[in-house]
């Protein structure tokens, strides 16, 4: 275990569902980062919050919406996805400082 | 802006012999630099980190790093590979000590032929 958790670890939803990813940390850390890893491309930095607010949205679809409802823990709630969502969404936590990121072991999702 | 560039998608080498994943960046300041590793299945993990003390860093596993600024590399190494070390491996550059500006690599997969 990192000191990331990330549940649930494999998640299988249709295109109309609605469903929620959880990220939990307790490293003392005060930012929070999601991030999408597909097959065969580079991890996309998705959402940024720091101190519980969000400072980065890299033009994420709305279908995405994220929530940070204090420093150690984020969600990422989902709806109306589209296939091409499959993908691994990993949670990251950090300390102002640089020190590098802690991810969570993420969250593997198929949208049928 | 920072960039990173990984100049191999893939890199194979027998197991018992060195390993070497090239990493270069882009900074227009004094960059910390990371490595990550990523197994199949997992999240990435930490390997070793250049944070401006030395040049020659030493990370888990029996990895290094060494920075040069003159080349801008930040190439990791291991005297001797192991079947474990299988994975996809991460450079990381970072321009300010936020934490909110970490550009990745595309990653280079290691694999380990017995």
């Known amino acids: 275990e990192t000191g990331v958790t990330q549940t649930p670890r494999h998640l299988v939803m249709g295109m109309t569902n609605k469903k929620s990813l959880k990220c939990e940390q307790h490293l003392g850390h005060n930012a929070m980062y999601w991030y999408k890893q597909s097959a065969k491309k580079p991890l996309e930095l998705m959402f940024v919050y720091s101190l519980e607010e969000r400072v980065e949205n890299n033009s994420v679809p709305s279908r995405f919406s994220p929530e940070c409802p204090n420093s150690s823990h984020l969600f990422l709630h989902l709806h109306t996805l589209q296939p091409e969502d499959s993908a691994l969404y990993l949670c990251?936590?950090?300390?102002?400082?640089?020190?590098?990121?802690?991810f969570g072991s993420g969250t593997r999702l198929t949208v049928v | 802006a920072q960039s990173v560039t990984q100049l191999d998608s893939h890199v194979s080498v027998s197991e018992g012999t060195p390993v070497l994943l090239r990493c270069n960046y882009s900074s227009s300041y004094s960059p910390s630099l990371f490595w990550y590793v990523q197994h199949p299945n997992k999240g990435l993990q930490l390997l070793l980190k250049?944070?401006?003390?030395?040049?020659l860093v030493k990370g888990i596993n029996g990895f290094e790093a060494e920075f040069k600024k003159s080349e801008t590399s930040f190439h990791l190494t291991k005297p001797s590979a192991h079947m474990s070390d299988a994975a996809e491996y991460f450079c990381?550059?970072?321009?300010?000590?936020?934490?909110?500006?970490?550009?990745f690599g595309p990653g280079t997969r290691l694999s380990v032929l017995p």
């Open positions: 250049y944070t401006s003390a030395a040049t």
């Open positions: 990381v550059v970072s321009e300010r000590n936020y934490g909110q500006n970490f550009v």
């Open positions: 990251a936590s950090s300390r102002t400082g640089g020190d590098g990121y802690t």
